[in-house]
């Protein structure tokens, strides 16, 4: 299919478009942010100026204003890419989609040795809290199965290769200024195993206020989270960067990076894409994909290629008009898992050249509470009056990147692209997935997820679709109507579960096949200890019919 003309140039070229009332609005950022810290010396770090001054405080060190300056360059270049990409209207109907190899094509060249995982380093992204399940406790040291946390878990795999091969990869966790400290304090308990554990913190950036364009953060040295956000996985790269650590592991003789996310149960070190990727030096980026099932609507994104590059595209990014295609298995039948591998000396030079800075098409789109497509997360701020007052109105953006975004870096003759099985895509969002992976659908060995032995379709496409309703979004009510003794519910033979309602499980509860569960307003619904549902619809006070 030929490439849409308007949509290669809206999305691979840095236009020179820039509409009057988006210039305005950066010309009054200049101006707003010149007094943004008053006290402060008015000393900018050499090279170009920027849309947020970075003046130097009399306490800050020479380095510390550079790191600073640094981060603002980021936000700056992010907030001008967003300003050009604002009124841009992409048809992505049109764009071609790459083909993916299957990782049953790759090759293991030949069994595990210690030289070859040697080359290798882990990064985990930890910087997420686990809002979604009604907690704001970082995701990475919140329990998950068996006593274990995310980050034990990745802590025990990176661990068990070590030890067993005598090799030292290490593992990397970029955190936000919302988990940093929590995780940090945890790290301790590691210090007896063979694993070099390197934390990192991503940077931050000021929201924006929806009406003004400005930010709102009331001063650089400012700390409300209110005011400030991690910018999203994308920004990685650039952290990982500007931490030194990424020019250490190129020192140590590192030369590839395998980035996923903590909560991705399924996203263990893969022998065979390492050794292809040592097989085959040409590639710089590898993406791994996974076919689309129907549960996973609003997960994941999808690869589109533009004019010979390879970009990413994020639900949120798409039109409402477009996105029944997007969801769909029609146009886009893979998405992606956020595993992703990298050269390491690769990805450096990408850096350096610049080649890692955002393109108009990048800065994520969020759904706005309101159901308002926009360029950027929008959300309403909960505080203080004093707080909403100071946030100009009480309704901020925030500009993102997905760290699958990188594609953009590289050419698409050194982009592999592999779909691998489901079981490579175990994300951990609510508490829907949540039971997935506490039930015994499951085993755990070596702190990676394996489908049970005794679980008859083996294939993880096929697991059961789990619907839990609002009585179990927060974590702690989905303990106590679940779990009350510890264990989950027995899901071998299970194809659909749906419950909504106050509905309460008893311990040793089976589920076969299709089973619905639905308490009335005002009514409840217990499960009695032992009880075996077959393809039932249980409502009322535990009336049962056949589905």
């Excluded at 992976?437 to 499951?442: E, I, K």
């Amino acid at each position: 299919m030929a490439s849409n003309p308007s949509l290669v140039r809206s999305i691979s070229t840095l236009s020179a478009f820039q509409r009057n009332t988006e210039s305005t609005a950066a010309s009054s950022i200049k101006s707003y942010l010149s007094a943004w810290a008053p006290d402060a010396e008015a000393q900018e770090a050499p090279g170009s100026p920027l849309l947020m001054p970075v003046p130097k405080a009399p306490e800050m060190s020479s380095n510390e204003h550079k790191k600073l300056y640094a981060q603002m360059q980021g936000f700056d270049h992010l907030y001008e890419t967003w300003v050009l990409q604002k009124s841009l209207k992409p048809d992505y109907t049109l764009a071609n989609v790459p083909q993916p190899l299957s990782l049953t094509d790759l090759k293991e060249e030949s069994p595990i040795t210690a030289k070859s995982l040697s080359e290798l380093a882990v990064l985990k992204l930890t910087g997420g809290l686990a809002l979604g399940m009604g907690t704001e406790q970082p995701k990475a040291i919140m329990e998950v199965l068996n006593n274990f946390t995310f980050l034990d878990l990745a802590v025990q795999h990176v661990s068990h290769l070590n030890e067993n091969h005598n090799t030292n990869i290490p593992l990397l966790l970029m955190n936000s200024f919302y988990t940093d400290t929590n995780v940090r304090k945890v790290l301790p308990k590691y210090d007896n195993l063979k694993t070099e554990i390197i934390p990192f913190v991503q940077r931050r950036y000021p929201r924006i206020d929806k009406e003004s364009l400005l930010p709102v953060a009331s001063h650089l040295n400012s700390e409300s989270a209110l005011e400030w956000y991690p910018p999203g996985h994308g920004d990685v790269y650039d952290a990982l960067y500007q931490s030194g650590h990424l020019e250490n592991l190129l020192n140590q003789g590192k030369k590839y990076l395998f980035i996923s996310n903590i909560d991705n149960l399924g996203a263990s070190i893969n022998i065979k894409i390492l050794q292809h990727l040592q097989a085959n030096p040409d590639i710089e980026m590898l993406i791994e994909l996974t076919d689309k099932t129907p549960s996973d609507e609003g997960k994941g994104g999808a690869l589109i290629e533009v004019d010979g590059q390879i970009r990413l595209l994020e639900s949120e990014q798409v039109p409402v008009q477009q996105q029944p295609l997007f969801k769909s298995t029609q146009k886009f039948p893979h998405i992606n898992t956020n595993n992703l591998w990298f050269s390491l000396p690769a990805l450096h030079q990408a850096i350096k050249s610049g080649r890692s800075l955002a393109q108009p098409g990048d800065v994520v789109v969020k759904r706005s509470r309101s159901g308002v497509v926009g360029p950027a997360k929008e959300f309403e701020i909960e505080g203080d009056e004093k707080a909403r007052s100071n946030l100009m109105g009480g309704v901020v953006l925030q500009l993102e990147r997905a760290a699958g975004a990188a594609v953009s870096f590289y050419e698409r003759k050194n982009i592999g692209i592999v779909n691998v099985p489901r079981s490579r895509f175990l994300p951990v969002k609510n508490t829907s997935d949540l039971l997935l992976v506490q039930s015994n659908l499951y085993d755990l060995k070596d702190g990676v997820l394996e489908v049970s032995d005794k679980r008859e379709f083996k294939d993880v496409k096929y697991m059961p679709n789990v619907k839990l309703g609002e009585s179990f979004v927060n974590v702690k009510e989905y303990e106590k109507r679940i779990k009350p003794t510890g264990t989950a519910i027995d899901m071998l033979e299970c194809h659909h579960l749906t419950v909504i309602g106050d509905v309460w499980f008893g311990e040793g509860v089976k589920v076969k096949g299709t089973v619905i569960i639905v308490a009335a307003q005002g009514q409840r619904i217990n499960i009695p200890p032992g009880a075996v549902l077959d393809n039932k619809i249980v409502t009322g006070n535990l009336r049962m019919t056949d589905h």
